[in-house]
């Protein structure tokens, strides 16, 4: 037990000795001046440097001629575009600078002054955030470099938000989507409940079919058929005539039937 006791007691006195070590080294780097840190082979002036000659060559692009060539790039067919990126090092980060700049020059103004600049460095990249001033809207222009060998990777002009306006658009995005939600789930309870509707409609459906048949082979067996005109040929009758006249003579005259014969038969109208 006392033991046992020890080891607990040395794990919560290392463990207090590496959280103190930590917050030392983070006050040290915290007062470490931005300006005075190698970059991975950069220093702070240069990568200041790159991100406002960015900034001040796209500022003197042309716009129309700036949207004639995206145009144009946009208008090639994949394949093309692909040979021409290739043959042109570069030139994907340059298409995508000039487009995110077209999108939100119309919304900042004029241009004003220089703001801020700012350097992030993570475990893979470095990412410098030069910071503009204009009449509506500040501006962002990010620079995103590799540390393996600080190429660039991807330069973008972005729109700065206030937090309200962000936490509107956030809850916007929210009511949109909790919106899009309810309504899908809205129409699934629908489709469900159709399902039970289909077959009752579906037999009423048979029932009206079957009663519908059922009707038409009761009339059908109600009507009755013509009774058959019993045919009397005229010979018959003759026949039967003439025995009735030798009868009626027979008996007047007194003489059998055998000594007298019936030749024809003249009918009056």
């Given amino acids: 037990m006392e033991a046992n006791k020890r080891v607990k007691f040395m794990k919560r006195k290392i463990t207090m000795m590496l959280c103190l070590c930590i917050c030392i080294l983070g006050l040290a780097a915290c007062g470490t ?7 991975n082979g950069m220093t702070y002036q240069e990568l200041e440097d790159y991100a406002i000659n960015t900034w001040e060559g796209l500022r003197d692009m042309d716009t129309a001629q700036m949207e004639a060539a995206v145009n144009q790039i946009e208008g090639m067919s994949e394949a093309e575009q692909i040979r021409l990126m290739e043959a042109n090092e570069g030139m994907e980060e340059e298409l995508l600078l000039i487009k995110s700049w ?5 919304q900042a103004g004029e241009f004003v002054d220089v703001d801020s600049f700012h350097i992030t460095t993570t475990g893979k990249t470095t990412t ?3 910071t503009l001033k204009f009449e509506k809207r500040p501006v962002m222009v990010t620079v995103v470099y590799q540390n393996r060998d600080m190429t660039v990777e991807t330069v973008t002009v972005d729109l700065i938000y206030s937090i309200g306006e962000k936490m509107q658009k956030a809850a916007m995005n929210t009511v949109m989507g909790m919106g899009t939600v309810f309504i899908m789930l809205i129409i699934i309870c629908l489709i469900i409940s159709c399902f039970g509707v289909i077959p009752k409609i579906e037999k009423k459906r048979k029932e009206k079919k079957e009663q519908k048949e059922q009707a038409a082979v009761t009339e059908t067996a109600a009507v009755p058929e013509p009774a058959p005109v019993p045919v009397v040929s005229a010979g018959t009758d003759d026949l039967e005539l ?3 006249i030798a009868a009626a003579v027979a008996a007047y005259t007194g003489q059998s039937e055998d000594d007298f014969i019936v030749r024809s038969i003249k009918r009056r109208s």
């Fill in 128 to 130: 410098t955030e030069l």
């Fill in 102 to 106: 077209l999108s939100v020059k119309s």
């Fill in 242 to 244: 003439v025995a009735v």
């Fill in 33 to 39: 001046d931005p300006k005075s840190i190698d970059y």
